[in-house]
């Protein structure tokens, strides 16, 4: 997941002026089993039907927090009389 902020007014990061921020967020479910010796073992079907659905588990999770994320930012800016646009794929 990448959240991208285009800045109206420029910031200061380090002794550079940027208008555009990128914040990145792995979304992907790390893997790891104690069983799987050095990463060699294959995983069954069973296993990956879990893994799939844990992942698919977390990627909702991490769109209902944007969703939610987006919307505070949308109340503050109205609050604040500025206006911002969020873009939701």
């Known amino acids: 997941m990448i959240i991208h902020f285009h800045l109206k007014q420029a910031i200061l990061i380090g002794n550079k002026k940027v208008n555009d921020i990128q914040f990145f967020k792995e979304s992907c479910v790390a893997?790891?089993?104690?069983n799987f010796k050095g990463g060699r073992h294959k995983m069954n079907d069973i296993d990956e039907l879990e893994q799939e659905d844990r992942e698919r588990q977390q990627k909702k999770r991490l769109?209902?927090?944007?969703?939610?994320?987006?919307?505070?930012i949308e109340q503050a800016a109205e609050a604040n009389k500025t206006p911002v646009e969020v873009d939701i794929p």
């Open 63 to 72: 769109n209902t927090r944007f969703l939610n994320y987006s919307k505070l």
């Open 31 to 34: 893997a790891e089993d104690i």
